[in-house]
């Protein structure tokens, strides 16, 4: 069955490329606003963490929107930093709460690049729960961010060390979920990532 719903939206730099899901039965429990990795080494909205991601709020009875930054897919505009990518994150988000309502609660996940991003919009997204898997906390300056904040990373990930994201977390005080045998991809492991994520997502709409 096909989606009900736009395949692009408008965007700060042109046609915003979005998958946007709610759950088939009732109504959703919150929002999940998903960012992909970096779109300059292959990151896109069907990457297969952000996919995983998705399946675990849709489990969940979230509403989820995934969308491809400027320059990925059919997103026009071209890569800026991360700083027009947080104003594509702000133009999903803003479309998404047309559709759910502005008092559903949010959580703002991301993949690598995609919590650097998510973490330069919380001043305006302001989720009631944040979730970084791998954050990119050796390449990004990612700020702190609130103690209940989900970190999850992988004690073999060659792109983002182990060692670095305990350097941020470690001053933050901010637990850190330890996948071993576990590259930044996730390979093999996807399921239990999931499972993972269930887990710890566990509150209600207000």
Not at 82 to 92: S, V, Y
Not at 167 to 192: D, I
Request: hydrophobic fraction near 45%; include cysteine.
């Amino acid at each position: 069955m096909s989606s009900p719903f736009p395949k692009v939206i408008d965007g700060p730099a042109g046609a915003l490329e979005i998958a946007f899901h709610i759950p088939p039965h009732g109504a959703p429990k919150g929002l999940a606003l998903i960012c992909h990795p970096h779109p300059q080494f292959g990151g896109t909205m069907d990457n297969k963490v952000v996919q995983t991601l998705h399946k675990a709020f849709a489990e969940l009875g979230f509403a989820t929107m995934r969308f491809n930054f400027r320059g990925v897919g059919a997103s026009e505009g071209s890569f800026d930093d991360g700083m027009g990518e947080t104003e594509d994150a702000a133009a999903a988000l803003s479309w998404a709460r047309t559709q759910v309502g502005e008092t559903l609660p949010l959580v703002a996940a991301g993949f690598s690049f995609g919590c650097f991003v998510q973490t330069q919009l919380l001043a305006r997204s302001q989720p009631k729960m944040l979730v970084l898997i791998a954050p990119a906390v050796s390449r990004f300056a990612i700020p702190e961010v609130a103690k209940d904040t989900i970190v999850i990373h992988g004690d073999e990930d060659d792109v983002v060390p182990l060692a670095d994201v305990f350097a941020w977390a470690r001053p933050q005080g901010l637990p850190v979920t330890v996948f071993p045998g576990t590259g930044h991809f996730f390979h093999g492991r996807l399921m239990e990532l999931k499972a993972a994520v269930k887990r710890v997502v566990h509150f209600e709409a207000a």
